[in-house]
């Protein structure tokens, strides 16, 4: 088993940035893959990026591509996902989730999950 935990969320105003952090606790981080998905009221949760084991090539969604960045910090058991030039559409609960073994857009592809933070973008 693996615990997650999301921080960073908040209000914002559109054009502005904001950075979240996963930490993980339990078993071991390493070999996991970590996917960031997110959910607004009313619709389904989409995906957002997933980060390897080793943290390179992340894969992001196209509607995040060239603002969001997935990076991760082993030795700290932590994922991120900085947030630039956020949009008043990027406005949703957000996830962590790990997958050990292939990164997925599928959410279902995902055992483990956070409990979510919410982040907010006002135009």
């Known amino acids: 088993q693996v615990q997650l935990v999301e921080s960073g969320g908040g209000l914002v105003q559109a054009g502005g940035s904001l950075r979240l952090s996963c930490a993980a606790s339990g078993r071991t981080f390493g070999p996991a893959t970590m996917g960031w998905f997110r959910q607004a009221p009313g619709k389904e949760r989409e995906f957002v990026a997933f980060i390897s084991r080793s943290g390179g090539s992340p894969v992001y969604a196209d509607s995040v591509k060239g603002r969001f960045t997935g990076s991760r910090d082993n030795a700290k058991n932590t994922v991120y996902l900085q947030m630039n030039s956020l949009k008043p559409e990027d406005t949703a609960v957000y996830y962590c989730?790990?997958?050990?073994?292939?990164?997925?857009?599928?959410?279902?592809?995902?055992?483990?999950w956070g409990q979510g933070t919410q982040v907010t973008v006002s135009s």
């Open positions: 989730a790990a997958v050990y073994g292939l990164g997925s857009t599928n959410p279902g592809h995902y055992p483990y």
